[in-house]
């Protein structure tokens, strides 16, 4: 299990940038291919990203691409997602996740045994 803590989330008009962090404990970090996620109070959770163990690939929800971009920092334990021109659709709990094998269902990451707390994303018109 690793513990992870995302930061960075808050309040942005649209068209403006975020960028989320997530810090994790684990010592294998760079082990772990990390994802994030989003949802909306009453819908399911969204796939919105997902980087590889060492940072060289990265797949992306049709909804974000081009806009949002996953890395990390390995060194730093810490997996990022840079968020610009930010729609009030973009609204949601952003939530990290690591897992040490990325499976896919119908082309989406499956299999995350380890999610942050999450943190708010609010984009206003």
């Known amino acids: 299990q690793v513990q992870l803590v995302e930061s960075g989330g808050g309040l942005v008009q649209a068209g403006g940038s975020l960028r989320l962090s997530c810090a994790a404990s684990?010592?294998?970090?760079?082990?772990?291919?990390m994802g994030w996620f989003r949802q909306v109070p009453g819908k399911e959770r969204e796939f919105v990203a997902v980087i590889s163990s060492s940072g060289t690939s990265t797949y992306y929800a049709d909804s974000v691409k081009g806009r949002f971009t996953i890395s990390r920092d390995n060194a730093k334990n810490t997996v990022y997602l840079q968020m610009n021109s930010l729609k009030r659709e973009d609204t949601a709990v952003y939530y990290c996740?690591?897992?040490?094998?990325?499976?896919?269902?119908?082309?989406?990451?499956?299999?995350?045994?380890?999610w942050g707390q999450g943190t708010q994303v609010t984009v206003s018109s």
């Open positions: 996740a690591a897992t040490m094998v990325i499976r896919y269902q119908r082309g989406i990451p499956t299999d995350f045994g380890s």
């Open positions: 684990a010592r294998t970090f760079s082990a772990y291919a």
